[in-house]
DNA sequence: AAGCTGGTTCAGTACTGACTGAAATCACGA
DNA sequence: TCGTGATTTCAGTCAGTACTGAACCAGCTT
């Protein structure tokens, strides 16, 4: 099968992505490549030589970060019958597991700092310092907690970030 | 001033705040101990080498540290009258602005998947895709329209993440 | 002026982690 | 059982960057 080379306007679009994941998610740059390219990827299904091709990474890299993708389910994997080829495709909830993992991060962090509370006890500018800090992620809390459920969503998820079982 | 070490406590405090900002944030690993020191010291004013000594860091790290903690305002500085030493607080709105940042992040990421609607018109496959991935970002946009203003905040916000000017 | 003291700059070190090429492994067909 | 193509593993390279020690600078104090 002969790949036509994806148009430079998609490729520029596919690095915006992955300068994204990279500097604020942390993501290694090739998974947000793969992650970008399958998005907007025609049809839904790439292979791994195909993907290494559009991107231009090597075999190996993509095995790595397909293995990553796939682990936090940002991708999922399937073949068809008759045929040995592993085809991957972007899942459909990846967009808003990005989303819903942000959120959990700022919750945990809402977590960390309600733990500091205990540490300036016995000091009342500190325990003010501390209220303030607080009253921003209660708001946020609150926040999530009113609002409708996100597209996808079963349950209005009154905590923030429920993660679907594996 | 004989400073009088931190106890035990406040130092495993400070490194959860310290690994959740190198982890998630990519902030320096010393910039989020001072981040989580300042939130928790009593008095809230403390000099770069108290600093240092504390979180047990050199002071060429504070210098350049606390340089990038002031240049995205999460600390002031602050000086006596007949004193040389600069003293550092931790700005009431640092963790606020933590949030916000957050949040602006996500509205990026929501422009950037926008901008890649056009890459897969002509396939309806992939437009469909595209159009689930983008009722997300309107779902996020929209909870914070409709959200009360954040605590310390004067409007309420029709967009999502304005920064104050410096 | 000399000596402190607090602050900054700079060059070097160490570390982390992404990425790759090549070897090894696996799964299936002949 | 062998061969072949797809996939995975592994060791090594490389880039980026956090961190530090040491030198340097600027005011104050005597």
């Known amino acids: 099968m002969v790949l036509d080379p994806p148009p430079d306007e998609a490729l520029r679009w596919v690095e915006r992505i992955a300068k994204y994941c990279a500097d604020q998610d942390g993501v290694p740059l090739i998974a ?6 399958l998005t907007i990827a025609v049809p839904a299904e790439q292979s791994a030589t195909q993907i290494a091709a ?3 990474a ?3 890299s993509l095995t790595t970060n397909l293995r990553l993708l796939d682990s936090v ?5 399937l073949t068809h019958p008759g045929e040995r080829t592993v085809y991957y495709r972007v899942d ?11 959120v959990a991060s700022l919750a945990a962090l809402g977590e960390i700092l309600q733990d500091g509370t205990d540490l300036v006890r016995g000091s009342p500018e500190g325990a003010a310092r ?3 800090a607080n009253e921003v992620f209660a708001w946020l809390a ?3 907690a009113h609002a409708p459920p996100m597209p996808g969503e079963t349950r209005t ?8 079982p594996s």
């Open 130 to 132: 501390m209220r303030v």
């Open 73 to 77: 389910g940002f991708v999922t994997q």
């Open 54 to 56: 559009a991107i231009g």
């Open 92 to 102: 459909d909830g990846a967009w808003a597991r990005v989303v819903r993992r942000q």
């Open 32 to 37: 947000g490549r793969i992650l970008g390219w």
């Open 58 to 60: 090597s075999r190996a």
């Open 157 to 164: 998820a009154g905590r923030a970030a429920p993660e679907e």
């Open 142 to 144: 609150d926040v999530f």
